[in-house]
């Protein structure tokens, strides 16, 4: 699942704050020091926006929305939650952390923080304020493997709240937000296991943005930086197509990302590799004990990847596939448990 759908009505700032100086703000509340009403109302509002979209109910989405969002939104409103429904299930939602803020004006940069970095999961919200009073409610389905957030900005009209600002997206994989995906990764490149590294981090910049441009982790530019370094690193370490040599037919490895599997008892995601073979994939006899020969050197070729994965997933063509044709041509796979 890859989605960061987003319907917004407000003007996006051009860069984050970098620190909690909500210029015109004369208060913030954050979490249980909300003021328990106006957190009863707004409880009962992300009940109905969740259930809304989970059930694909669009005018029951409309129905909250401000009528600055609906006129913007236009007719992408129906788009974007057909999509979305699908993603969040009845098991409902927990609150991750919600925020009120009065303003002494609107129209002002308001940012609202978790924390300041203490926790790896920390991170900002920043909008524009285009009511006095302000709510952000930042919420995650209860759905396995991927989790979905919803950020959810309102503002209050007289005497009723609406959202300025709704941006849903991926949070979690199998429990592991962004941020913990970087740490697994930077442990791995310490430790010499690059291509496990690569494909960790590859993980936390797919997770990496789940408000959109209206939530930013705390250290989203260490994890941004090191991600360009851990590409920069894999392609001057290996070159692909790679040949394995220590394999007597050569299948040529060509491509390699992070896979999830949904088995009993190896939950979880694993490198899957993609390799050229010159053995014809209807000769599965030959073609296995090929594969049993990479498999068994497999460590020697990427440091670490037997140790520190329970699977790893592999893809046997006759031909690399391209960009047009990779849904016509087949491949032979082969799974190789290590725990």
């Not at 890859?2 to 913030?28: A, D, M, P, Q, W």
């Not at 209050?156 to 959202?163: L, P, Q, S, T, V």
């Not at 199998?174 to 430790?191: F, H, I, Q, R, W």
Request: aromatic residues 10%.
């Amino acid at each position: 699942m890859k989605r960061n759908l987003t319907l917004t009505y407000s003007l996006l700032l051009s860069v984050f704050l970098g620190i909690g100086c909500n210029i015109g703000t004369s208060g913030t509340s954050k979490d249980e020091s909300i003021n328990k009403d106006i957190r009863n109302q707004i409880s009962t509002l992300d009940n109905k926006l969740f259930e809304a979209i989970r059930t694909k109910n669009i005018p029951g989405v409309k129905n909250l929305l401000s009528p600055g969002l609906i006129s913007t939104a236009g007719s992408s409103i129906d788009t974007l939650i057909n999509k979305v429904g699908g993603a969040l299930s009845p098991a409902g939602y927990s609150i991750i952390n919600e925020f009120y803020v009065r303003n002494t004006a609107v129209d002002i940069p308001n940012t609202v923080f978790s924390g300041l970095g203490s926790n790896r999961n920390d991170y900002a919200v920043s909008y524009k304020a285009l009511n006095i009073e302000m709510y952000v409610s930042v919420i995650k389905s209860k759905t396995n493997p991927t989790s979905a957030l919803v950020l959810a900005i309102y503002g209050r009209y007289g005497n009723d709240w609406k959202i300025n600002i709704l941006r849903i997206g991926e949070y979690s994989l199998l429990g592991k937000t962004a941020p913990d995906y970087y740490e697994d990764a930077v442990k791995l490149y310490n430790s010499g296991d690059i291509l496990d590294a690569v494909n960790k981090m590859f993980l936390a910049n797919q997770l990496g943005a789940p408000g959109g441009d209206q939530m930013r982790y705390q250290n989203t530019d260490k994890m941004k930086d090191f991600y360009s370094k851990m590409l920069k690193t894999v392609n001057a370490t290996y070159k692909f197509p790679l040949t394995v040599t220590e394999v007597k037919t050569h299948p040529q490895i060509f491509y390699i990302y992070p896979q999830y599997i949904g088995e009993p008892g190896h939950e979880g995601v694993y490198p899957a590799l993609r390799y050229l073979s010159t053995i014809k994939l209807d000769d599965t006899i030959a073609l296995k004990a090929e594969n049993q020969e990479l498999q068994k050197s497999i460590g020697k070729v990427f440091k670490g990847i037997n140790q520190n994965n329970d699977v790893i997933l592999y893809q046997a063509y006759n031909e690399i596939p391209n960009n047009t044709n990779m849904r016509t041509i087949h491949h032979y796979g082969f799974v190789q448990k290590l725990k």
